[in-house]
């Protein structure tokens, strides 16, 4: 499901070596933070989140067969 998340997001971001993926398994919940430069946010993003939701329900409807769910955080990098 990872390399979904990672194929989407590069898609749109411009900085692509920038991207960093961090991931946190908590049982059946996996947290999924993307870190982003500030230039990147809203390509990722899309107006009124509009990616961000797609990518998502997108992600919804893969992990449904795992039986775990993905929570996906679109976050600046700290320091950026």
């Given at each position: 499901m990872l390399?979904?998340?990672k194929y989407?997001?590069?898609q749109f971001a411009e900085h692509?070596?920038?991207?960093e993926f961090n991931v946190e398994e908590k049982g059946d919940l996996v947290n999924v933070?993307?870190?982003l430069l500030?230039?990147?946010?809203?390509k990722v993003i899309g107006?009124?989140?509009k990616i961000a939701k797609a990518?998502?329900?997108l992600v919804k409807s893969a992990s449904a067969k795992s039986g775990k769910r993905y929570n996906?955080?679109?976050s600046e990098k700290a320091g950026a």
């Open positions: 390399d979904l998340i989407v997001v590069l692509k070596e920038e991207v933070t993307v870190l500030p230039e990147d946010m809203g107006r009124q989140g990518l998502r329900t996906i955080e679109i």
